[in-house]
């Protein structure tokens, strides 16, 4: 079957929860739909529909997202979401009709790159995207993980109602955000459906509780069936902030263990600040944001470098053809990609550029891989050149 596809209208917002609901699993009542209005822009949706019956049989939509660039620049970047498609109608091309339409929309916006964050490993490294950040599950058991005593103790940490806590993340998060790779916006509407703590989302656990740093926010919540407190959010502009909330989380006296599964990045200093750094157990690691890169001198110009690099990209691009050769020239200063018709020192598909752009992996772990090419010192330059100032997060799911 041939699918028509059509821009969603606000009319269609019952009809495709329900394909949403029969590919995730999850029936949404008038009120979660109610919920949902401040965040759907129908004409961001895109629609797949049996051309007999005019039934909706698959869907894709986008959040209007903002996000970090290793040097601290920020590029509009659609968050690719609520993608689905009937069960009764899987693997005709539904999901392929419906990604080449909406990334041709994103390329014709003069968008530099779109997000996304998958239900399935396997099925986006097709059209072009890279994994930019990991969820990193993690399980701190809590009496036995005693802060080391050359860690400081810089305080400053209170408790906020939930509308005093509305007002003081977004301001943390936007610093968070400036000195965090991968790190994506919230918008308003976002923070009120975060904040409205929805009773159903919360697996068994108590309301969350907020906790305020001057330069820094957390959110949890405990579930009394295994005395645990799961971490939300954390997001610190300071590492004073970070030290002082991740002190109060792990003081908490009736709680045996403090769970999260994105606020540690690999790279994350809380192990080191514990006299046993093994009390922070990684129970699970798993791709968190993909991103694709839609323009490539527009993307690699906008980040900064961590040493002088000047090399020549032939970047291959299969779903949509936004792939060529560049020359990209850059340091800590800033950077200048253009296309050239000069010889190629390293190959790869744009796939790559999605995690290399925001330093997650290296160009020598790709070649080891086979999944780049060229001479092995330049490949070294550009290990040196990529890498970020700290690992890349991304902080919300979309
Ligand atoms: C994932 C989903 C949207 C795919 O839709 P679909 O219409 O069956 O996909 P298509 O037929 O267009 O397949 C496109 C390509 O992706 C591949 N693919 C699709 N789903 C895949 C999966 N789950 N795992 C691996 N590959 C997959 C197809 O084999 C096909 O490959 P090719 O074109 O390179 O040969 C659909 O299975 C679904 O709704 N799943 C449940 C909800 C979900 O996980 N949504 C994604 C949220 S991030």
Redesign the pocket.
């Known amino acids: 079957m041939t699918p028509l596809l059509r821009r969603a209208t606000a009319d269609d917002l019952r009809a495709l929860a329900e394909v949403d609901a029969r590919?995730?699993g999850n029936h949404q009542s008038d009120a979660d739909l109610e919920n949902f209005k401040p965040l759907f822009e129908p004409d961001r949706f895109l629609l797949a529909c049996d051309p007999d019956s005019g039934a909706i049989v698959?869907v894709t939509g986008s959040y209007p997202l903002e996000v970090t660039l290793p040097g601290g620049a920020v590029l509009p970047a659609p968050g690719v979401t609520w993608?689905?498609?009937d069960?009764t109608?899987?693997?005709?091309?539904?999901?392929?009709?419906m990604f080449t339409e909406q990334h041709a929309g994103f390329v014709e916006d003069g968008l530099v790159l779109s997000l996304?964050?998958?239900?399935?490993g396997?099925?986006y490294g097709?059209f072009g995207y890279g994994v930019t950040t990991l969820n990193r599950s993690f399980e701190i058991l809590r009496r036995r993980a005693v802060f080391r005593a050359d860690v400081p103790d810089p305080g400053g940490v209170r408790y906020l109602d939930a509308e005093a806590a509305r007002k003081h993340a977004p301001e943390v998060h936007r610093r968070w955000c400036a000195r965090t790779p991968g790190a994506v916006t919230r918008s308003d509407a976002m923070w009120d459906m975060w904040f409205r703590d929805d009773e159903r989302w919360r697996g068994g656990g108590s309301g969350l509780f907020y906790l305020a740093h001057r330069d820094g926010f957390a959110s949890y919540r405990v579930h009394h069936s295994d005395d645990s407190a799961a971490v939300q959010d954390m997001f610190a502009a300071t590492d004073d902030a970070y030290i002082a909330l991740w002190r109060v989380l792990l003081g908490l006296d009736l709680v045996e263990k403090v769970t999260g599964y994105k606020s540690v990045a690999m790279d994350d200093p809380l192990p080191l600040m514990l006299a046993d750094p093994r009390r922070v157990q990684t129970t699970h690691l798993d791709d968190g944001m993909w991103s694709r890169v839609l323009d490539v001198p527009a993307a690699l110009a906008a980040r900064t470098y961590a040493a002088e690099i000047d090399v020549v990209l032939d970047v291959h691009d299969g779903f949509l053809g936004r792939g060529g050769r560049f020359r990209l020239r850059g340091g800590p200063e800033g950077a200048t990609c253009d296309p050239t018709d000069a010889t190629a020192d390293v190959e790869f598909a744009i796939g790559v550029l999605g995690s290399l752009l925001f330093g997650a992996g290296r160009a020598t772990t790709f070649a080891r891989a086979g999944l780049a090419h060229g001479l092995p010192e330049v490949l070294r330059r550009m290990d040196a050149a990529f890498t970020a100032d700290r690992d890349p997060q991304h902080g919300t799911g979309f």
């Open positions: 590919g995730f698959g993608v689905s498609v069960p109608m899987r693997r005709r091309g539904i999901l392929r009709a996304l964050t998958a239900s399935e396997a099925i097709r």
